[in-house]
């Protein structure tokens, strides 16, 4: 054991994904870029149950899961309960579905993604989420648009808007 060793960590995270692999390659990329998994969980009911117990930094969240909530669902419930930003991951283009997202959290990163992606938006997301509790503490009645937040959030959830 290393005594006295300090490891630094950017922050805490917690990933929801129903394909155990995927769950664990994202695992992977996230201590390669110096994060700490706080959980993994599958279903979104235990994604809200791991977000009260661990309160990470961030929810990485696959929008279709196992269980009677999906990943929007559960979102909804961890943003207003705990004040968790949520970064989405989908593999899904599907309209309807990215609207909703729009609507609900602060980000969204398409599979497959690699480090460099997946890094890019974590900050992002942290980032806009502290500017938020920021305005908010500044401005209490300021309302606040996630729509409009997560319009402009990664290059990522761009793409899957088409030709203008």
Not at 7 to 29: A, F, P
Not at 47 to 52: L, P, Q
Not at 59 to 83: C, Q
Request: net charge neutral.
């Amino acid at each position: 054991m290393n005594k006295g060793v300090i490891i630094m960590v950017k922050g805490r995270i917690l990933v929801v994904e129903d394909e155990h692999i995927v769950s664990m390659g994202i695992q992977i990329m996230l201590k390669n870029l110096g994060y700490a998994v706080t959980g993994i969980a599958s279903s979104g009911e235990e994604a809200i149950s791991k977000a009260k117990s661990t309160r990470p930094d961030l929810v990485l969240m696959d929008i279709m899961l196992k269980g009677n909530l999906n990943g929007i669902e559960a979102s909804k419930e961890i943003i207003a309960r705990l004040d968790i930003p949520i970064l989405y991951l989908t593999a899904c283009s599907d309209r309807k579905i990215l609207e909703q997202v729009w609507n609900t959290g602060y980000g969204c990163i398409v599979k497959p993604f690699d480090e460099t992606d997946l890094e890019r938006d974590i900050e992002i997301v942290l980032a806009r989420h502290r500017l938020d509790k920021t305005d908010v503490i500044k401005s209490p009645l300021k309302p606040q648009n996630n729509s409009e937040r997560l319009k402009s959030t990664s290059g990522s959830l761009s793409s899957l808007e088409g030709p203008k």
